[in-house]
Nanobody
Framework: QVQLVESGGGLVQSGGSLRLSCAAS????????MGWYRQALGKQRELVAT???????NYADSVKGRFTISRDNVKKMVYLQMNSLKPEDTAVYHC???????????????WGQGTQVTVSS
């Protein structure tokens, strides 16, 4: 089993910053892509940012230039630095990791429980 635990969410004023962290643990042989999705109340889950093991990043247009994703392969962690936050960034943020649990085994996506980010106007 693989567990992902997010931290760092909270309440912040518009224009403020937050840094989310996500720690992966459990039966991990190799982690491929990692990333963040978010789901606002009443809306579908949407991609925020992803990062490959080699560090190639991809961002949703709505967060480009404001959010930065990074990872630490040794610590098995992924981070999301969020600057210039807007009320429309309010959502539950979930991290995910594409994980292989053993050599020669397939990889699967695992998800964290999520952390609430609320941006007040």
């Amino acid at each position: 089993q693989v567990q992902l635990v997010e931290s760092g969410g909270g309440l912040v004023q518009s224009g403020g910053s937050l840094r989310l962290s996500c720690a992966a643990s459990g039966s991990i042989f190799y982690i491929y892509d990692m990333g963040w999705y978010r789901q606002a109340l009443g809306k579908q889950r949407e991609l925020v940012a992803t990062i490959t093991r080699g560090g190639t990043t991809n961002y949703a247009d709505s967060v480009k230039g404001r959010f930065t994703i990074s990872r630490d392969n040794v610590k098995k962690m992924v981070y999301l630095q969020m600057n210039s936050l807007k009320p429309e960034d309010t959502a539950v943020y979930h991290c995910y990791s594409d994980v292989a649990s053993g050599y020669g085994l397939g990889s699967y996506d695992y998800w964290g429980q999520g952390t609430q980010v609320t941006v007040s106007s």
